[in-house]
């Protein structure tokens, strides 16, 4: 394994590299879930969903940017 790939690993093996994987798959999530029709991806969202379930499951919360408003 290249030290690139070791590095990359070891990163998404992190709190931080999964937090990141977390809000991909968030995102993502969100945007397939957007289409409608023969061209949504139905499969892909549900791989997506499982993954973030059960591998990097935070809270929508910290995975959302924040709604508060500042004067």
Not at 27 to 42: A, F, M, P, Q
Request: no cysteine; glycine share 6%.
């Amino acid at each position: 394994m290249a030290i690139e790939t070791e590095d990359a690993v070891r990163f998404l093996s992190s709190t931080r590299g999964k937090l990141m994987m977390a809000r991909a798959l968030h995102y993502g999530i969100k945007e397939l879930s957007k289409v409608e029709g023969v061209h949504r991806e139905s499969g892909d969202i549900a791989d997506m969903q499982y993954l973030k379930d059960e591998l990097f499951n935070f809270p929508v919360e910290i995975l959302e940017p924040s709604k508060i408003e500042v004067n």
